[in-house]
């Protein structure tokens, strides 16, 4: 099992940064990849960002040339930079992680809120 704890949400403006991160805990050393998805109110879950454990990183297209992923110390933490914050930023911010015996990301945070005000 592993666990994973997000912090770094909060309020700011359009155009301000944020910087998000997911500690994990537990089996971490099983894990091929981390990532961000996002949830805003009355919209589908979507994915934001991804680093694999051999330090390949994907973006969502949205997100591109404003958002880094990075991660240190293996896969036991993994952040999210955020520059350049626009008011459909706006959402819940998950960390999820998949193992390297999975499809599918099968384990996530609960979420840490992001807010940009106009």
């Known amino acids: 099992q592993v666990q994973l704890v997000e912090s770094g949400g909060g309020l700011v403006q359009a155009g301000g940064s944020l910087r998000l991160s997911c500690a994990a805990s537990g089996r971490t050393s099983s894990l091929s990849r981390m990532g961000w998805f996002r949830q805003a109110p009355g919209k589908e879950r979507e994915f934001v960002a991804a680093?694999?454990?051999?330090?390949?990183?994907y973006y969502a297209d949205s997100v591109k040339g404003r958002f880094t992923i990075s991660r240190d110390n293996g896969m036991n933490t993994v952040y999210l930079q955020m520059n350049s914050l626009q008011p459909e930023d706006t959402a819940v911010y998950y960390c999820?992680?998949?193992?390297?015996?999975?499809?599918?990301?099968?384990?996530w945070g609960q979420g840490t809120q992001v807010t940009v005000s106009s």
């Open positions: 680093i694999s454990h051999i330090g390949g990183s």
């Open positions: 999820a992680a998949r193992r390297q015996s999975a499809v599918m990301y099968d384990f």
